[in-house]
């Protein structure tokens, strides 16, 4: 059995026992598919340094032997000339993973990525947007800066009417739910609560969570359901009868479009051309924290797995902070004299 044979398989058990969400396993595939391309044009003119053992290797261990440390510290001297940091320490994880996995199947004797060390990951505060910023954002989709246009026939000015208010439903939505934009193009009319004012998400490893949505990301899903189907296909007349999100085909919008909308509502009502999706998830959070929520409530909200990564995601604003510190330390109250 060859590498590529074993990476076919652990894909398979990220997929089906693990969970992953389709981005994760297509991030691995790509982590590992860059390493076996190293392995197949390097790996003949690389001197072996495998410690000699008493039994022989048997079927698949033969090819997961190849993934020695010698050969894996190489792939990493090559990889450290043209990517980030963060690039590098991601697939050092996806090998360890995958040395993980042939390890406990016994493909292989030991993992040697687990000896490789990771870099230091600097992180960068995340991109996020004020209070006033984000409103201008969400509301930036007007059916009034349309309603001015010529349309040739009622239908034409029905769709256009749609994907104004679909862009302004994505919007209130990310930035009302703090979903992830995977959940939002993957959302199911099914899962919409809107008298409970409620949706179900599906969100990393399958699980689901219940995020709670304020009047207004209510008001502009139900205006956008209203006239969901006006982008059913022109031709064909097909529109997905599962997805609460559609494009102009009537096809589940995916995820390059939200990020097209984020990105060019972005710049039209707060000249940002650096917006993306997940900035308004953190935005929502950040807005959370700085209204007084507490921490465990905004990573129930979000999904998170570890209080860790709502903590590293959540940006404190220095005047929330400095609010808190005025009204709690007993050194920032001044002294009356006496």
């Given at each position: 059995m060859s590498l590529r044979d074993l990476k076919s398989q652990f894909l398979v058990h990220l997929t089906d026992e693990r969970r992953a969400s389709p981005n994760t396993v297509s991030a691995y595939g790509r982590d590992l598919d860059a390493l076996l391309a190293f392995v197949d044009s390097r790996a003949d003119s690389l001197p072996s340094r495998r410690p000699r053992r008493d039994t022989p290797l048997?079927?698949?261990?033969v090819a997961a032997a190849t993934l020695d440390l010698f050969l894996l510290r190489a792939w990493l001297g090559e990889l450290a000339r043209t990517c980030k940091p963060s690039s590098?320490?991601?697939k050092i994880a996806s090998v360890r993973a995958f040395g993980r996995w042939m390890k406990r199947q016994g493909h292989a004797r030991i993992n040697a990525a687990e000896q490789l060390k990771?870099?230091?990951v600097r992180r960068e505060l995340p991109t996020f947007l004020s209070a006033e910023d984000a409103a201008s954002l969400v509301e930036s989709p007007d059916l009034d800066n349309v309603a001015n246009r010529p349309a040739t026939s009622n239908a034409e000015r029905a769709r256009r009417n749609a994907l104004v208010l679909r862009d302004r439903a994505v919007l209130e939505l990310l930035y009302g739910g703090g979903l992830r934009v995977a959940e939002a193009c993957t959302l199911d009319l099914g899962q919409l609560s809107l008298d409970e004012r409620t949706v179900r998400v599906i969100g990393k490893?399958?699980?689901e969570r219940i995020v709670p949505l304020?009047?207004?990301?209510?008001?502009?899903?139900?205006?956008?359901?209203?006239l969901r189907g006006a982008l059913a296909h022109a031709r064909t007349r097909f529109l997905d009868p599962h997805a609460v999100f559609v494009s102009t085909r009537g096809r589940r919008l995916n995820t390059r479009a939200v990020q097209l909308i984020v990105r060019r509502y972005g710049l039209?009502?707060?000249?940002?051309?650096?917006?993306?999706?997940?900035a308004l998830r953190h935005t929502c959070a950040t807005h959370l924290l700085d209204g007084g929520a507490d921490l465990r409530v905004i990573q129930e909200m979000l999904g998170h797995a570890s209080?860790?990564?709502t903590q590293r995601y959540t940006h404190v604003s220095v005047a929330h902070l400095l609010k808190v510190y005025d009204a709690a330390h007993p050194l920032a109250k001044s002294k009356t004299k006496g």
């Open positions: 048997r079927g698949a261990q590098v320490a991601r990771s870099p230091k490893g399958r699980k304020g009047t207004k990301a209510i008001e502009a899903i139900s205006r956008w359901l209203e039209v009502s707060v000249g940002r051309t650096d917006l993306h999706p997940h209080l860790s990564t």
